[in-house]
């Protein structure tokens, strides 16, 4: 693996960072998850389509540059590098979008990409059903033919930012007598259809963009399936293979964090610039886990651009992001000592972190994934 870059990558990096630098909106937004935060969420995303940043890699037809995934990398460590927000159309962008250029048919990509990209259709995602929340395949909710479509009828629930959006792609169960994978459809479905029910709750942390949502006989047309009728888990295995591998969580993310946590821990020294031994010891090891897997990632993208598919090393990926997030916010908190109750950014990343376990599929799942899959262990 070639660790350097051309010089059109690097001029590409330049003309990122430029950019980033003149327009990262300045204070910091609000959260992302609350009403007033989403807005203004909204027009920083507007403005990054506006200038062809909002989606490097895909073609220009569909509102990007044809940048490779090398240089959708560079953007993203450009991106957090400045402190640029959250992207509240990431479950479109990073887990949608990749399983319609994979799926989707020539019509659906037209209808639905450009306006993913220039945040006019906010998507979120329904996975999760009560009864059914790590466990995909034990989900209930079902789609029943109808004249021209298809009649859907269920809850999903845990649907972030599902208050705020105006569409949700999920897994419906189109053959009554199926079990487990069998028998799933993927859909795709406007939120002010008659016969949807969005209903908004809080978090602890105050934000409000979580959502339940009910269906009750919600008519969708023939084009609202993804992929095809009865092959919803194989579709739904893609998007969760973006989800857990390479497009939710880029390792740019991950070395800005670290940036500010070396950063943190060198202000936090004694008068003789002396760090805690122990303190010091957890930030190298956050600063050693954050580059392995910035490395671990060119590996994958190095495969990818070979041509291999995603595959069972997205289980992998993910549990290393998630625990290393908690590992990296764990240690600042520390390093904060008494004062890190009152430091908003470092405690809400925090909580934010713990989430990372259980989103995207329970790490405890991923564990088993990668055990069987990986390892060829026999099923517990």
């Given at each position: 693996?070639?660790?350097?870059?051309?010089?059109?990558?690097e001029?590409?990096?330049?003309g990122?960072?430029?950019?980033?630098?003149?327009?990262?909106p300045?204070?910091?937004?609000?959260?992302?998850?609350?009403?007033?935060?989403?807005?203004?969420?909204?027009?920083?995303?507007?403005?990054?389509?506006?200038?062809?940043?909002?989606?490097v890699?895909?073609?220009?037809?569909?509102?990007?540059?044809?940048?490779?995934?090398?240089?959708?990398?560079?953007?993203e460590?450009?991106?957090?590098r400045?402190?640029?927000?959250?992207?509240?159309?990431?479950?479109?962008?990073?887990?949608?979008?990749?399983?319609?250029?994979?799926?989707g048919?020539?019509?659906?990509?037209?209808?639905?990409?450009?306006?993913?990209?220039?945040?006019?259709?906010?998507?979120?995602?329904?996975?999760?059903?009560p009864?059914?929340?790590?466990?995909?395949?034990?989900?209930?909710?079902?789609?029943?033919?109808?004249?021209?479509?298809?009649?859907?009828?269920?809850?999903?629930?845990?649907?972030?930012?599902?208050?705020?959006?105006?569409?949700?792609?999920?897994?419906?169960?189109?053959?009554?007598?199926?079990?487990?994978?069998?028998?799933l459809?993927?859909?795709?479905?406007?939120?002010?259809?008659?016969?949807?029910?969005v209903?908004?709750f809080?978090?602890?942390?105050?934000?409000?963009?979580?959502?339940?949502?009910?269906?009750?006989?919600v008519?969708?047309?023939?084009?609202?399936?993804?992929?095809?009728?009865?092959?919803?888990?194989?579709?739904?295995?893609?998007t969760?293979?973006?989800e857990?591998?390479?497009?939710?969580?880029?390792?740019?993310?991950?070395?800005?964090?670290?940036?500010?946590?070396?950063?943190?821990?060198r202000?936090?020294?004694?008068?003789?610039?002396?760090?805690?031994?122990?303190?010091?010891?957890?930030?190298?090891?956050?600063?050693?886990?954050?580059?392995?897997?910035?490395?671990f990632?060119?590996?994958?993208?190095?495969?990818?651009?070979?041509?291999?598919?995603?595959?069972?090393?997205?289980?992998?990926?993910?549990?290393?992001?998630?625990?290393?997030?908690?590992?990296?916010?764990?240690?600042?908190?520390?390093?904060?000592?008494?004062?890190?109750?009152?430091?908003?950014?470092?405690?809400?990343?925090?909580?934010f972190?713990?989430?990372?376990?259980?989103?995207?599929?329970?790490?405890?799942?991923?564990?088993?994934?990668?055990?069987?899959?990986?390892?060829?262990l026999?099923?517990?």
């Amino acid at each position: 693996m070639d660790l350097t870059w051309s010089r059109a990558d690097e001029d590409f990096r330049a003309g990122a960072r430029s950019w980033l630098e003149a327009n990262v909106p300045r204070p910091a937004l609000p959260s992302g998850d609350t009403s007033e935060g989403f807005a203004r969420h909204l027009e920083w995303e507007r403005h990054l389509f506006e200038n062809r940043w909002s989606v490097v890699s895909w073609p220009e037809e569909y509102g990007g540059r044809g940048a490779s995934l090398w240089q959708w990398l560079i953007f993203e460590e450009e991106y957090y590098r400045a402190g640029a927000p959250q992207r509240v159309t990431q479950n479109g962008i990073f887990l949608l979008a990749p399983t319609v250029f994979e799926f989707g048919t020539p019509e659906q990509q037209q209808r639905i990409l450009p306006r993913m990209a220039a945040a006019e259709d906010l998507w979120c995602q329904g996975w999760s059903e009560p009864g059914a929340g790590s466990d995909l395949a034990g989900i209930t909710s079902r789609a029943e033919p109808v004249d021209g479509g298809w009649a859907l009828t269920g809850q999903k629930i845990w649907t972030t930012r599902g208050a705020f959006c105006t569409h949700l792609f999920g897994l419906f169960r189109t053959d009554p007598d199926s079990t487990r994978h069998r028998g799933l459809t993927y859909f795709l479905v406007p939120l002010d259809a008659p016969g949807v029910t969005v209903r908004g709750f809080g978090r602890l942390d105050g934000d409000e963009g979580f959502a339940e949502v009910f269906f009750d006989g919600v008519v969708v047309a023939e084009e609202a399936v993804l992929g095809g009728v009865g092959q919803g888990w194989s579709v739904a295995m893609a998007t969760t293979g973006s989800e857990r591998g390479l497009t939710l969580r880029s390792p740019g993310r991950f070395s800005a964090v670290v940036t500010r946590l070396v950063d943190l821990a060198r202000r936090s020294a004694d008068p003789g610039g002396h760090p805690d031994p122990l303190l010091a010891d957890q930030v190298v090891r956050g600063w050693m886990e954050a580059e392995a897997y910035r490395l671990f990632t060119l590996q994958a993208v190095t495969a990818l651009a070979g041509g291999a598919r995603p595959g069972a090393e997205s289980s992998l990926n993910k549990i290393w992001w998630s625990e290393l997030d908690i590992h990296l916010h764990e240690t600042a908190l520390a390093l904060r000592g008494d004062a890190a109750e009152l430091d908003d950014a470092w405690m809400r990343g925090f909580e934010f972190s713990l989430s990372g376990p259980i989103y995207a599929g329970t790490n405890e799942i991923q564990r088993n994934i990668a055990a069987e899959r990986l390892l060829g262990l026999p099923r517990s």
